[in-house]
């Protein structure tokens, strides 16, 4: 099941609140179809940032928030070793609307590398951050390029994992493995004792949803390697394959949660929409479904856009929220 652990869908490091209103559900009463308005606040405020030793804004990539303490990754431009701050959220507000001074640590990503994604996972009694590293530095000179794959990047892909039991003293725990020419985004869960780690792999190749045991997390072990052309055969819908004006397959994000009795995960995987694995083995993941997207798109006229970005479990697990 999900942790108490929040997930901040932000990418600059920013501690809101949300105060009481009642003016949340206008939208669905107003000329915007439903749609929020621009630059519209509805009971937001402001109560702390911090600056991260001058990362410029809009250079963040995710936050996650874990006892009191947020991990913020980074994409600095040109692309630098800048990795991931540790705030002390209390810190950033009481010291608000000063912002400086609750940092509490550093861990530098290797050079020419953005740490993208960042999660916390409690192993035993070990809080682990995970962090997925994507190359971001001068592309390689006469690089293979297949389609519209991205050319190779020069800097360190894979995942990394660190001790951060005391967010203060981060401890590498393991660096770099699982290279896949970057990794994206991952999510971590525990079943029968054991803990694991699903990812998104930037191989661009069909096969790029992966599971990892994460038991040990000092020595995870790597348990397949899966993707759309596993899934096809099982069920996976071909109609809306690579249309719209950002055609392309590809695994983006991933979530896993317990639903009635069974592991199971979201992966989105762009224009085959919101797929859900049993993954109950995680090193046998089983095609469960798939969303079809509406034809044309009613925002852009394109066949079957799509584009599943990202995705989350609610109402028990009656529902998937995408975007």
Not at 24 to 48: M, Q, R, T
Not at 233 to 256: I, K
Not at 273 to 281: A, C, I, K, N, Y
């Amino acid at each position: 099941m999900r942790r108490a652990t929040t997930r901040f869908l932000a990418l600059f490091a920013v501690v809101a609140m949300i105060a009481t209103s009642t003016t949340a559900g206008l939208a669905h009463d107003s000329s915007n179809d439903g749609h929020i308005p621009k630059d519209v606040n509805y009971g937001f405020e402001v109560v702390g940032r911090d600056t991260l030793a001058g990362v410029a804004d809009g250079l963040y990539t995710d936050v996650w928030s874990h006892d009191g303490y947020a991990y913020i990754g980074t994409f600095q431009d040109p692309c630098t070793d800048a990795g991931v701050f540790i705030v002390d959220i209390a810190a950033a507000i009481a010291n608000y609307p000063d912002t400086e001074g609750a940092t509490v640590a550093e861990i530098k990503s290797a050079p020419n590398t953005r740490i993208n994604d960042v999660k916390i996972h409690t192993v035993g009694d070990i809080d682990v951050l995970i962090t997925t590293q994507e190359p971001c530095g001068m592309d390689v000179p006469s690089a293979a390029q297949a389609g519209s794959n991205p050319p190779d990047q020069i800097g360190q892909g894979g995942i990394s994992l660190y001790d951060v039991t005391d967010p203060t003293k981060p401890k590498a725990l393991k660096k770099n493995f699982l290279e896949f020419g970057g990794v994206h985004n991952t999510f971590a869960w525990d079943y029968d004792g054991n803990s694991y780690l699903i990812g998104t792999a930037n191989t661009f190749d069909f096969f790029d949803t992966f599971f990892v045991d994460i038991t040990k997390p000092q020595s995870p072990k790597l348990l397949t390697i899966t993707g759309a052309l596993d899934w096809i055969p099982q069920g996976l819908n071909l109609d809306q394959l690579e249309t719209g004006s950002s055609a392309g397959l590809f695994n983006h994000d991933v979530w896993v949660e317990e639903i009635d009795g069974v592991q199971t995960a979201v992966v989105s995987y762009w224009d085959l929409g919101f797929v859900t694995l049993d993954v109950t083995d995680p090193a046998n993941p089983v095609f469960l479904n798939d969303s079809t997207y509406v034809d044309p798109d009613p925002i852009t006229g394109q066949p079957y856009e799509g584009n599943a970005h990202a995705a989350v479990f609610g109402g028990n697990g009656d529902y998937i929220f995408g975007g």
